[in-house]
């Protein structure tokens, strides 16, 4: 799965000479926490978030009144607040590459270029929902999580095991664990639960951590 099968495509952008409270009113209005900063070509030069738009309002504290406020953030341009450079990724690539920049750079969103052009914007909120995928949450069925050897031919008994019984994998994903070992967690429909833990548990070198109806 790539970034441009499910990024928004034709994001919501602003001006750089934009003002604060005109940010702050298109977020809300369009309810997007980020929004790419363009300039008068419609260049991306940067990014803004409701983080830094926070950040730049006064304390309460303050003793400046509210028109010196208002006055002051009206002339607090975002070119000021955004981010630039911006990171970037582009449509081709994997959304495990996307979520791991993020991750490593602790960023919500990336805005997705092609040809120097802005043409997407992939956010933690959609990786989040390709994980509800993943995992196949949205469909009723059995979850079993066993953990296994790190060897090859045990995911193959494994869904040999499932496929035997008439069962119907919706969903199957696999994660490391110390020791050489592996926790699989698959999503199985059309099968009877009693007759698909006996089925696991009776398998090599597999041990069920977690059987449940979700």
């Given at each position: 799965?790539l970034?441009?099968?499910?990024m928004?495509?034709n994001p919501v952008?602003?001006r750089e000479?934009g003002?604060?409270d005109?940010?702050l009113?298109v977020?809300?209005?369009?309810?997007?926490?980020?929004?790419?900063?363009?300039?008068?070509?419609?260049?991306?030069v940067?990014i803004?978030?409701d983080?830094d738009?926070?950040?730049?309002e006064?304390s309460p504290a303050?003793s400046?009144?509210?028109y010196?406020?208002?006055?002051l953030?009206s002339?607090l341009?975002?070119?000021?607040?955004?981010s630039?450079p911006v990171?970037?990724v582009?449509?081709?690539t994997?959304?495990?590459?996307a979520?791991?920049?993020m991750?490593?750079n602790?960023?919500?969103?990336?805005p997705?270029v092609?040809?120097s052009?802005l043409v997407?914007?992939?956010?933690?909120?959609?990786?989040f929902k390709?994980?509800?995928e993943l995992?196949?949450?949205?469909?009723?069925?059995?979850?079993?999580?066993?953990?296994?050897?790190?060897?090859k031919?045990?995911l193959?008994?494994?869904?040999k095991?499932i496929?035997d019984?008439?069962g119907?994998?919706v969903?199957l994903?696999?994660?490391?664990?110390?020791?050489?070992?592996?926790?699989?967690?698959?999503?199985?429909t059309e099968?009877?639960?009693?007759a698909?833990?006996?089925?696991i548990?009776g398998?090599a070198?597999?041990?069920?951590?977690?059987f449940?109806?979700a």
């Amino acid at each position: 799965m790539l970034v441009g099968e499910r990024m928004t495509r034709n994001p919501v952008t602003i001006r750089e000479d934009g003002s604060v409270d005109e940010a702050l009113h298109v977020m809300r209005e369009k309810k997007v926490r980020r929004l790419p900063v363009v300039d008068d070509a419609g260049k991306m030069v940067g990014i803004v978030s409701d983080g830094d738009l926070l950040h730049a309002e006064p304390s309460p504290a303050t003793s400046l009144s509210v028109y010196e406020l208002h006055y002051l953030l009206s002339k607090l341009t975002l070119s000021r607040l955004m981010s630039s450079p911006v990171i970037t990724v582009h449509p081709n690539t994997p959304l495990e590459e996307a979520a791991r920049i993020m991750a490593d750079n602790k960023i919500g969103g990336l805005p997705v270029v092609e040809d120097s052009h802005l043409v997407g914007i992939i956010t933690e909120t959609d990786i989040f929902k390709i994980l509800l995928e993943l995992l196949g949450a949205r469909v009723p069925g059995q979850r079993v999580t066993v953990r296994v050897a790190e060897a090859k031919g045990v995911l193959a008994r494994l869904t040999k095991c499932i496929a035997d019984l008439g069962g119907n994998i919706v969903s199957l994903v696999t994660f490391d664990e110390q020791g050489g070992e592996r926790l699989i967690t698959v999503k199985v429909t059309e099968v009877d639960p009693d007759a698909l833990r006996r089925a696991i548990d009776g398998l090599a070198a597999a041990q069920v951590v977690d059987f449940r109806t979700a």
